[in-house]
């Protein structure tokens, strides 16, 4: 692939700018947080690593390969509209599960009122009935135009 100069000068710049953000971070860190609180910060982020590392990526490659086998018979871009749909549906429950523990701690009920497990039920089906329909649209498309994939 040619890249040209000003593609090349953009990453670099942003380059450049990631790398200072980090420092200024790391440099301030210290002076922001005392000993105790950079502690639990260590201990959350090698948490964070691990969790990642060892729970996260074993399960979204498994994830993946199932994906791949049932998206198998389908169009690219159904298997495309599937993908997407499950990757939405997980962000979403990964938020409303944020907000369902921070409801049940709570001190004060005017705070967080809404029912987040009802909302993302509904989200839920609203998501499988939108992307059910785009894929039978998309497969219908597909078979008529004679593109079948097996």
């Given amino acids: 692939m040619n890249t040209t100069f000003a593609v090349k000068a953009a990453r670099g710049a942003l380059g450049v700018a990631g790398v200072a953000m980090l420092a200024y971070g790391l ?7 005392g000993p105790p609180q950079l502690m639990g910060l260590l201990t959350w982020m090698a948490f964070a690593i691990l969790v990642h590392d060892g729970v996260l990526v074993p399960l979204s490659t498994l994830a993946g390969a199932g994906l791949t086998r049932a998206g198998a018979k389908l169009q690219r871009s159904s298997a495309a509209v599937l993908r997407g749909a499950l990757l939405t549906g997980a962000l979403v429950t990964l938020l409303a599960g944020i907000l369902l523990k921070a409801q049940s701690v709570a001190q004060s009920a005017t705070v967080l009122e809404a ?7 509904w989200f839920w089906a609203a998501l499988a009935l939108a992307s059910a329909a785009t894929i039978v649209i998309l497969e219908r498309r597909a078979r008529l135009a004679g593109n079948i994939r097996h």
Avoid: E, I
């Fill in 115 to 121: 029912d987040y497990a009802v909302n993302l039920v």
């Fill in 27 to 33: 440099v301030g860190l210290p002076t922001q947080l």
